[in-house]
């Protein structure tokens, strides 16, 4: 997400030197712009602003290494507020403004205005940042893996063991609750922003759709569904099955996707995919923007991708498919028609 990638100080410049406030403001403003959709003129406008000045530059490489140290900045974080009139965004924006000037001005400073961040993404117990995943036991032995851009919390308590997720794709599975401090049983809940989860004791990935769903899919054992606003609707999906639900309905349950959690081993896997979707996808796993032109949107692939290094799939584009592969910058990325080469 940040157009001016290559630009370097004309000179070394002393790293330990304090930015000027304002100049470090003026290039939080700018990231906080670029991770809000930005049109190519915003990009060649933060270029010009990065080529104005060498401090400029240098506050932008700054902002860059703070982006990438405290897990990178998405648009559902306090960026979305940039285009919007009422008078508590706007307040939140200049909150996001201070935040990211402050990190770009100082270290351990920075990194307790990260902290104190109002989002509940920057400050959840577990997260992970575009492109990285990893695994944590908790203290009751069960393993979460996290997916890329993902957070949660953690809330234990001696009557429940509950999970908060508040964005992204996690792969759980329960354990044991060996370390309780009673011989109550302490259900396994994750809580998302459309209702409970409990598991019964098993294996279950559970992650957003497009249309802002959460899909539950059990590879082991069976979970409870109960929608936030139709409890009613309570179900159980067993071990094979997955679905998708709201806050006020539950789909109907589908055989479970094979390749669902194939993400917990690095791999994307495609068969006969929409080229627009599996760079939708594949953006997920890498900064800045993925686009694939309408002209190519239809061509199909197949495959099972290391997901590790995005650049490598990207370059192998060209070899299996019509296309070609345009970086305008190393953060903004387009799949666009091959050089006289059909693409039907």
């Not at 304002?22 to 990231?31: G, P, S």
């Not at 539950?250 to 995919?273: E, I, M, N, Q």
């Not at 997920?284 to 032109?293: I, K, S």
Request: with cysteine; net charge positive.
């Amino acid at each position: 997400m940040h157009p001016a990638d290559d630009l370097t100080p004309a000179r070394p410049v002393d790293e330990s030197r304090p930015l000027d406030r304002i100049v470090a403001r003026a290039a939080a403003a700018w990231l906080v712009r670029l991770h809000d959709a930005p049109t190519p003129d915003d990009i060649a406008a933060c270029e010009r602003w990065c080529a104005a000045d060498p401090e400029h530059a240098r506050a932008w490489q700054r902002a860059q290494r703070v982006d990438a140290r405290f897990s990178g900045l998405h648009a559902g974080v306090g960026l979305s507020v940039l285009g919007r009139k009422d008078r508590a965004e706007r307040g939140e924006r200049r909150a996001a403004l201070k935040a990211l000037g402050v990190m770009f001005v100082g270290g351990s400073a920075g990194y307790v205005a990260y902290r104190a961040a109002p989002w509940r993404e920057w400050t959840a117990d577990e997260r992970t940042a575009t492109g990285e995943r990893r695994t944590v036991v908790l203290a009751d032995g069960t393993r979460v893996d996290l997916n890329t851009a993902t957070a949660f919390d953690i809330a234990f308590t001696d009557t429940e063991r509950r999970i908060v997720l508040h964005t992204g794709e996690i792969l759980v599975e329960t354990g044991a609750d060996a370390n309780r401090a009673s011989n109550v049983y302490r259900p396994f809940v994750v809580q998302t922003s459309q209702g409970r989860i409990r598991a019964l004791g098993t294996r279950f990935d559970v992650g957003k759709t497009p249309r802002d769903a959460i899909q539950v899919s059990v590879l082991h054992g069976a979970v409870e569904i109960a929608p936030a606003a139709a409890p009613q609707l309570k179900r159980v999906v067993a071990a094979g099955q997955q679905t998708s639900f709201t806050a006020t309905a539950v789909d109907a349950t589908a055989p479970v996707d094979p390749h669902v959690a194939d993400w917990s081993r690095g791999v994307l896997f495609a068969d006969r995919v929409r080229l627009a979707d599996f760079a939708a996808e594949l953006g997920r796993y890498r900064p800045g923007v993925l686009r694939c032109d309408p002209s190519v949107a239809e061509l199909r692939i197949t495959g099972a991708f290391q997901i590790g290094n995005t650049d490598s799939i990207l370059a192998a584009l060209p070899n299996t498919l019509p296309v070609q592969v345009v970086y305008r910058t190393r953060y903004w990325v387009t799949i666009v028609a091959g050089t006289n080469t059909a693409t039907t």
